[in-house]
Each structure stands twice: as structure tokens, then as C-alpha cells.
């Protein structure tokens, strides 16, 4: 791609910055390491040669992650975040195009570009869900399902992801936010060796600033991705500290819970117009972004399809309080 076709086809990237209260525009977690935590990882990073490359396959960490999930290493690669991964997986399969449920997650749009690979966009229907995607999997190198998607918060059947998978098309799901849904379906990958699961620690684990993600798919997939990824792209450091919080999971999952609380309490409130969520995050019918960066809170504007509505992180129970009475203002209920 040349300079010019590259200035076209792609923006630079827009920073927010400005002294704003209330964070609740990246589905990051509100909470950041309890204090010991941190002190125990400082203690573990310390220990770290930094004259030292990382594992070149970060081993240590697939073992770690294989265990949490009941599968082998052989099943899991990680990433520099789950975007990373995205990347290489556009690299792997044959096809013609990869096919997409507007509204959707951008970044696979953005690595389809980058890489000349046409897009066909079968969007979800009113209900966000998935529509004749199936159509379209004949000479698809990769169908993509978002699920809880981002930005609208719902899953998707199951039943529709496995007629998705029949069709033998590479199926790469995303479940970036599946710690805040009902159920994975990351079981799946046993008996499906076309699917390939992406998981992230930026969002339920809390870890964004550390940026590691991981895929969980069949031994052939996952030999094939080790072939092509850069290798030593996730840092010693950031391996360390997505391990050691695996051993903290109890945390965690405090941490969902209060999420999980906040979300529907947040979602009761505004019933006629919020979307039901299973992620952290509520997708609202509200113009009201510019409403509530006057008031200091920071939440995502969105535009096509979804032009006057927000997306909204679930925060802080405090962050949350400020929210509900900011939009309560807006909407002129008091
Ligand atoms: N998938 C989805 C659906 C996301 O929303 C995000 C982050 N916004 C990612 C993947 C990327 O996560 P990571 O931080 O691991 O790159």
C-alpha cells in the first residue's frame, strides 16, 4: 500500500485528552490491581532479567491460560492484545473476502484494509442479530462473529454460531467480553477445528494497560499462527503479570459481579432506552455525548446506524451515580 493510498484510506487515530471526571468511553475495567497484588506482581517482575528476551512463544503463559480453561497449550497462542491475533488470522486462510455483522467491532475492518482484503458486510438485523451470514462463507477466509458484540452488548445463539460453523468456513468469534455473559462457547473448539476463539485480559481481568490477548483453537491452527507471528512481540513483563493474575481469578470475579450489579441497575433505570447488555458496556439511544462531556463523563459517540447513540462503560459505583443523574438531567426527569 502507498502513502497516498494509505492517507485515504486511513484516519489518523483520534486521542480524546482533557481533564474529564468520569472514564467510561474503552470497556475498560473501573478497577485497577488491589494494592497487595501489585506489590506481590512488583515483587515476581523484579525478579525478571530484562537483558533477557521473553519466551519466544511464550510458553509459560499458554500453559497457564491451557489450565484455566481445561484445554492444552497446544490450543492457545497469545497475542499483543487480541488485535494482534486478528492480524495474523487474516494472514492464514485461503479466500476471496472475510465477512462481517455490521455494527461491529472496527479492528476487523481495519486489518481487512490494511491487508487489500474485501469486506462483505451482512449486518445484524434489528435485533442485532445474526442474519443469512451463511450465504457468503463459499471461498470466505474468515466469517467474524462478535459475541457479546461490540458496541450493542448482546450474544449470539448458539445454535446460529454452530450453523455457522457447518458451513467448514474459518469462524473466528469473539469473545472479548464473555466473562460478563451467560455462557462461552469456547467448548466448541473441540469439536469444530474451523473455529477460532479470541479472549482478551484488557477487559474482565482488568489489564488493558498491559495489553495481552490470546486465541484458544485446534493444535493445527494454533501451529500454523505460532509460524507466522512476530516473535517476541508480548513482553516479558506484561507475561508475567497476565499469569499471575490467573492465580487471582477470585479478584476477578468479584470484580464481574459488580459489574454484572451496575450494569442492570444502570439498565433498570433507563429501560426505554437501553439496549439489554452481557458485556460491560450498555449501548443507549441517547444523543447525549456532548451532554455529558460538559459534565466532565466520557462516553463513546457513535455514527452510522447507530448516529445519536452512546455506548457506555459500566464504571464505578460512584461513576455510575454521577451517570444515571447526568442523563436524568438530560432526558429532564431530575
Ligand atoms: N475484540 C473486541 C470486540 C473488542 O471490543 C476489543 C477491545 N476494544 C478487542 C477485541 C481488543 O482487545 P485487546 O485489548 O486484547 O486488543
Request: with cysteine; charged share 30%; net charge negative.
Amino acid at each position: 500500500m502507498r502513502i497516498e493510498e494509505i492517507i485515504k484510506a486511513f484516519k489518523p487515530y483520534k486521542v480524546v485528552e482533557g481533564n474529564y471526571k468520569i472514564w467510561l468511553d474503552k470497556n475498560e475495567s473501573p478497577f485497577d490491581l488491589p494494592e497487595e497484588i501489585k506489590d506481590e506482581i512488583f515483587e515476581e517482575v523484579k525478579k525478571i532479567p530484562l537483558n533477557r528476551y521473553p519466551h519466544i512463544t511464550a510458553d509459560p503463559l499458554r500453559e497457564r491460560i491451557a489450565e484455566f480453561l481445561g484445554f492444552e497449550k497446544e490450543n492457545i497462542i497469545v497475542g499483543n492484545g487480541s488485535d494482534e491475533l486478528i492480524s495474523y488470522l487474516l494472514k492464514l486462510f485461503e479466500g476471496e473476502h472475510i465477512v462481517i455483522s455490521s455494527p461491529t467491532f472496527g479492528m476487523y475492518n481495519f486489518y481487512a484494509k490494511l491487508e487489500g482484503i474485501k469486506l462483505v458486510d451482512v449486518p445484524l438485523d434489528e435485533n442485532f442479530k445474526l442474519q443469512n451470514v451463511e450465504d457468503y462463507a463459499e471461498k470466505a477466509k474468515a466469517i467474524f462473529i462478535c459475541s457479546p458484540n461490540n458496541p450493542t452488548g448482546n450474544t449470539q445463539e448458539r445454535e446460529k454460531i454452530i450453523s455457522v460453523l457447518e458451513t467448514g468456513a474459518p469462524v473466528i468469534l469473539d469473545e472479548a467480553y464473555i466473562e460478563f455473559a451467560k455462557g462461552s462457547n469456547v467448548d466448541l473448539v473441540n469439536e469444530y477445528e474451523n473455529l477460532v476463539i479470541l479472549r482478551t485480559f484488557s477487559k474482565a481481568f482488568g489489564l488493558a494497560g498491559i495489553r495481552v490477548g490470546y486465541a484458544v483453537a485446534s493444535e493445527e491452527i494454533i501451529d500454523y499462527l505460532l509460524r507466522i507471528k512476530s516473535p517476541f512481540s508480548l513482553n516479558a513483563l506484561s507475561m508475567k503479570i497476565a499469569e499471575l493474575m490467573l492465580d487471582h481469578y477470585d479478584v476477578i470475579k468479584q470484580n464481574i459481579n459488580y459489574i454484572i450489579k451496575e450494569r442492570d441497575r444502570i439498565y433498570k433505570e433507563f429501560k426505554d432506552y437501553v439496549y439489554p447488555s452481557e458485556a460491560n458496556f450498555l449501548l443507549m439511544k441517547l444523543n447525549a455525548y456532548e451532554f455529558l462531556l460538559e459534565k466532565g463523563i466520557v462516553v463513546r459517540n457513535l455514527s452510522g446506524r447507530l448516529s445519536n447513540h452512546i455506548r457506555v462503560t459500566i464504571g464505578k459505583r460512584e461513576e455510575n451515580n454521577e451517570l444515571i443523574k447526568a442523563l436524568n438531567e438530560f432526558l429532564g426527569v431530575k
